[in-house]
């Protein structure tokens, strides 16, 4: 298994509190992503990094902000979490970010808000 | 907007039977198709994966077929068993676009014995 960590795995929170998912990764891997699962949609890329402190914003990326200040480090932050935002969040990581380099998934973040 | 287009969205074969999902890209841009397969609880995994210069790439029981006329691609698993009941996504990626895939809505497969 790629050496990928999410904090917290399960967490429930309140409407209108902010909330930060950490990923950690072992794998000095460049490339960075964080997805959300949602049934019927599939995963969809809320942000990626490409490089210490360079992020840019994917298709779902509304309510949601992220930071990488080390290499193996890329936090998600929901600035203050909605019903919608209830979704199960996979970060993944890639070698050089070339689609012929495989994309490892962590074992995902179980978020409900209520 | 759906990019990648993925069909059934559930699907249930008899043990030793043929499993076989569909998905149907717009953008012909896309060079790098993947599969990936998740089990319950677990993050999804790569499970093949080919580009656009070969119309088929065979793993084991796992087959991609890939039409770019028709701007579609399959998979097919022969001799489907209980151990492969799980949620299968297809996904596109451009090369040189950082690696980005877009998934397909993800079919989930029951392989009965």
């Known amino acids: 298994d790629a050496g990928i960590t999410q904090s917290p795995r399960h967490k429930v929170t309140e409407t209108g509190t902010p909330v930060t998912l950490r990923c950690h990764q072992t794998e000095n891997h460049r490339y960075m992503y964080w997805y959300r699962q949602d049934p019927g949609h599939g995963l969809r890329l809320i942000h990626y990094?490409?490089?210490?402190?360079?992020?840019d914003k994917g298709e779902v990326s509304d309510g949601y902000s992220v930071s990488r200040s080390k290499t193996e480090d890329f936090l998600l932050t929901l600035e203050s979490a909605t019903s919608s935002q209830t979704s199960v969040y996979f970060c993944a990581i890639s070698g050089t970010g070339s689609s012929g380099n495989t994309i490892y998934f962590g074992e995902g973040s179980w978020l409900t808000v209520v | 907007q759906q990019q990648v287009k993925q069909s059934p969205q559930s699907l249930i074969v008899q043990k030793g039977g043929i499993s076989i999902i569909n998905c149907a890209y717009e953008n012909t841009a896309f060079d790098y198709f993947p599969w990936y397969q998740q089990f319950p609880g677990k993050g999804p995994a790569l499970l093949i994966a080919?580009?656009?210069?070969?119309s088929e790439k065979k793993e084991g029981r796992f087959t991609i077929s890939f039409n770019k006329s028709a701007k579609q691609f399959s998979l097919h698993i022969m001799d489907s068993q209980p151990g492969d009941s799980a949620t299968y996504f297809c996904a596109a990626s451009i090369i040189s676009n950082t690696g980005k895939l877009i998934f397909g809505q993800g079919t989930t497969l029951q392989v009965k014995p």
């Open positions: 990094s490409y490089g210490v402190k360079d992020t």
């Open positions: 080919i580009r656009p210069d070969v």
